[in-house]
């Protein structure tokens, strides 16, 4: 019988409705479960597997921030460390911050087993959840063989996303994580088989070269949202703050106003890292010639959230844009 840990961050696969169609209030009125209970919620459909709950957090997910995140990788490392005939690791989480929080983990978890995190659109009580099947086929990609080798992952709806290309598009839909340019690795069947057909490409844990097991906080990193007529007040707000990074939001195909410009020339001037992205949600940055002369470090095909990720991980390691942009560029 496959051993999974499963870790409880909370979020909708967890916090109880009212009643049947009570489908996007029920968190203004029930806390999340612990994990615990979570697990008894479902027993019967995961009679195929040893399950070790680990407590961790009961919060909505837009509470998560680069000091949970932290926390998180610990107690990922020593639930490893606890149990070391486990086969994989499932994380619960809300779908708000769920793309994020796979992305961190995919840059600095260094424990060998598929750690693979699932959420809900719906609550678990809820007409037609999917919490229940969700989970399960969490634990079936965490515990299969196939899921070795790929970094972390994100599973929903029947879908093996990676976690470093999947992201939340659509508010309340069940096939609301998508992977834009290059679509899934691979399925879960209605048997239980899980299917992969590809492979990610870029560096991914846990052979990565970050190290945050002394931190406890993350360089801050501002996003700039780039809009038609946008003014340089986001920019100079962030510069004023203190802040390691700023992620410009940029308009496809990654620039930002002309005005958002000029500050951010004068943020990198100042040591501040500048990273060029695009509010697309599709496609590579191909970056221009004055950029890279401005010193501005290119996202490559990643959205803003994750490209802020991604500084901030690459900041707490160096401040040279240079090796920023290699770590961009192999991430």
Same mark, same amino acid.
């Given at each position: 019988?496959?051993r999974?840990a499963?870790?409880?961050?909370?979020?909708?696969?967890a916090?109880?409705?009212?009643h049947?169609?009570?489908?996007?209030?029920y968190?203004?009125?029930?806390?999340?479960?612990?994990?615990d209970e979570?697990?008894?919620?479902?027993?019967?459909?995961?009679k195929?597997?040893?399950?070790?709950?680990?407590?961790?957090?009961?919060?909505?997910?837009?509470?998560?921030d680069?000091?949970l995140?932290?926390?998180l990788?610990r107690?990922?490392?020593?639930t490893?460390a606890?149990?070391?005939r486990?086969?994989?690791?499932?994380?619960t989480?809300?779908?708000?911050?769920?793309?994020?929080?796979?992305?961190?983990?995919n840059?600095?978890?260094?424990?060998?087993v598929?750690?693979?995190?699932t959420a809900?659109?719906?609550?678990?009580?809820?007409?037609?959840?999917?919490a229940?099947?969700?989970l399960?086929?969490a634990l079936?990609?965490?515990? +299969?063989?196939?899921? /070795?080798?790929?970094g972390?992952?994100?599973v929903?709806? @029947?879908?093996?996303?990676? !976690?470093?290309? =999947? $992201?939340?598009?659509?508010?309340?839909?069940?096939?609301?994580?998508?992977t834009?340019d290059?679509?899934?690795l691979?399925?879960?069947e209605?048997?239980?088989?899980v299917?992969?057909?590809r492979?990610?490409?870029?560096r991914?844990a846990?052979?990565?070269?970050?190290?945050?097991r002394?931190?406890?906080?993350?360089?801050?990193v501002?996003?700039?949202?780039?809009y038609?007529?946008?003014?340089?007040?986001?920019?100079e707000?962030?510069? +004023?703050?203190?802040? /390691?990074g700023?992620v410009?939001?940029g308009m496809?195909? @990654?620039?930002?106003s002309? !005005?958002?410009? =000029? $500050?951010?020339?004068?943020a990198a001037?100042?040591?501040?890292?500048?990273?060029?992205?695009?509010?697309?949600?599709?496609g590579r940055?191909v970056?221009r010639?004055?950029?890279r002369?401005a010193?501005?470090v290119?996202?490559d095909?990643?959205?803003?959230?994750?490209?802020?990720?991604?500084?901030?991980?690459?900041?707490a390691a160096?401040?040279?844009?240079r090796?920023?942009s290699?770590?961009?560029?192999e991430?």
């Open positions: 019988m496959p999974v499963v870790i409880g961050t909370g979020g909708s696969i916090t109880p409705a009212r049947p169609l009570d489908l996007f209030e968190g203004q009125f029930a806390k999340p479960m612990p994990v979570l697990l008894a919620t479902f027993a019967p459909a995961l195929d597997f040893d399950v070790v709950p680990v407590p961790f957090r009961a919060i909505d997910s837009a509470w998560a680069a000091a995140w932290l926390e990788y107690e990922i490392d020593r490893a606890r149990n070391p486990l086969d994989g690791i499932v994380v989480h809300g779908t708000s911050t769920l793309e994020e929080t796979a992305y961190f983990l840059l600095v978890v260094k424990v060998p598929p750690v693979v995190l809900a659109q719906r609550p678990p009580n809820g007409l037609s959840s999917d229940g099947l969700n399960v086929n079936r990609v965490a515990a +299969s063989p196939a899921s /070795r080798g790929l972390v992952l994100v929903m709806n @029947g879908e093996v996303q990676s !976690a470093r290309e =999947v $992201a939340k598009t659509s508010n309340f839909r069940l096939h609301a994580f998508q834009a290059f679509g899934v691979g399925h879960v209605p048997d239980g088989t299917s992969v057909y492979r990610p490409a870029r991914h846990p052979d990565t070269e970050f190290d945050v002394q931190l406890k906080d993350l360089p801050p501002e996003i700039a949202y780039s038609a007529g946008a003014t340089a007040s986001a920019v707000a962030f510069i +004023s703050s203190g802040c /390691r700023i410009c939001a496809p195909p @990654g620039r930002p002309p !005005a958002q410009r =000029v $500050a951010l020339v004068r001037q100042s040591g501040i890292v500048v990273v060029q992205c695009s509010r697309a949600g599709s940055i970056q010639s004055e950029d002369d010193g501005f290119p996202a095909n990643l959205n803003p959230q994750k490209a802020r990720v991604l500084a901030m991980v690459a900041l160096t401040t040279e844009p090796e920023i290699r770590m961009f560029a991430y």
